[in-house]
């Protein structure tokens, strides 16, 4: 087995997922990404794959070809996620499950197929991604913050059903956050009224992500696990 170590992020084309890629090779890791379309960067040791998060096969089939090549797995980053603004009797079935398939049957899957390397090493990070829109329960934001607070749950339950076999699992909550896409789909009326619930009043670079990020999938934490951090 390789001494490089491996890790898995989705979402991987654009905003914050392409800056975690980029980031994480620049550490040394081998990064697998996926994402629905294909990717317009190159990296050295970046593999990427084309698939659905919540296509079943298709995630097995991702696994099983990261088992042929590394036969590890060290971190997993479920940062793949469809936002929806919109009001309840305006949200239509297809997008309800449109959202639910990625945000929680996607990250479910991932974890569940992570976990059969991590459980096997006796070691593994595992950080989902969740939104200030769950404890502030926005207007218009029922669905994505319900299929947010669900990860979060399912994150706190399984970080018990883990914690034996050396494996973390821990939510990251952002706020809004700069050239993501989350601040220019937004009035400035609308971002300050968000602003005005974080400590800081500031909106998040992509670095004050990794900054948090660093020290979950990193061996001083290990005894931080089942915690929703809010940046």
Same mark, same amino acid.
């Given at each position: 087995?390789?001494?490089?170590?491996?890790?898995?992020?989705?979402?991987?084309?654009?905003?914050?997922?392409?800056?975690?890629?980029?980031?994480?090779?620049?550490?040394? +890791?081998? *990064?697998?990404?996926?994402?629905?379309?294909?990717?317009?960067?190159?990296?050295?040791?970046?593999?990427?794959?084309?698939?659905?998060?919540?296509?079943?096969?298709?995630?097995?089939?991702?696994?099983?070809?990261?088992?042929?090549?590394?036969?590890?797995?060290? *971190?997993?980053?479920?940062?793949?996620?469809?936002?929806?603004?919109?009001?309840?009797?305006?949200? #239509?079935?297809?997008?309800?499950?449109?959202?639910?398939?990625?945000?929680?049957?996607?990250?479910? @899957?991932?974890?569940?197929?992570?976990?059969?390397?991590?459980?096997?090493?006796?070691?593994?990070?595992?950080?989902?991604?969740?939104?200030?829109?769950?404890?502030?329960?926005?207007?218009?934001?029922?669905?994505?913050?319900?299929?947010?607070?669900?990860?979060?749950?399912? #994150?706190?339950?399984?970080?018990?059903? *883990?914690? #034996?076999?050396?494996?973390? *699992?821990?939510? @990251?909550?952002?706020?809004?956050?700069?050239?993501?896409?989350?601040?220019?789909?937004?009035?400035?009326?609308?971002?300050?009224? @968000?602003?005005?619930?974080?400590?800081?009043?500031?909106? @998040?670079?992509?670095?004050?992500?990794?900054?948090?990020?660093? +020290?979950?999938?990193?061996?001083?934490?290990?005894?931080?696990?089942?915690?929703?951090?809010?940046?």
């Amino acid at each position: 087995m390789s001494n490089q170590k491996v890790m898995v992020i989705t979402g991987t084309s654009r905003s914050i997922g392409k800056y975690l890629a980029e980031y994480y090779v620049g550490k040394g +890791f081998q *990064v697998i990404g996926c994402s629905r379309g294909s990717v317009d960067h190159e990296l050295k040791n970046y593999q990427h794959f084309c698939l659905d998060v919540s296509d079943e096969p298709e995630v097995k089939e991702m696994f099983s070809e990261i088992r042929r090549t590394h036969n590890r797995l060290d *971190v997993l980053i479920n940062n793949a996620g469809i936002a929806l603004a919109n009001y309840t009797l305006l949200t #239509s079935y297809k997008a309800v499950e449109s959202i639910l398939n990625t945000n929680v049957m996607g990250t479910f @899957l991932l974890c569940r197929e992570a976990l059969t390397f991590m459980m096997k090493n006796k070691y593994g990070r595992i950080v989902n991604l969740s939104t200030i829109r769950v404890p502030l329960a926005s207007v218009g934001c029922s669905m994505y913050s319900a299929s947010k607070a669900a990860i979060e749950q399912f #994150s706190r339950v399984l970080a018990k059903e *883990v914690a #034996s076999y050396g494996i973390t *699992v821990n939510v @990251l909550r952002l706020s809004m956050v700069k050239h993501s896409g989350m601040v220019e789909a937004l009035s400035n009326d609308d971002v300050l009224d @968000l602003l005005k619930h974080t400590t800081t009043k500031s909106e @998040l670079d992509f670095e004050d992500i990794t900054h948090t990020m660093d +020290f979950l999938i990193s061996e001083k934490s290990k005894m931080v696990t089942g915690e929703i951090l809010m940046i």
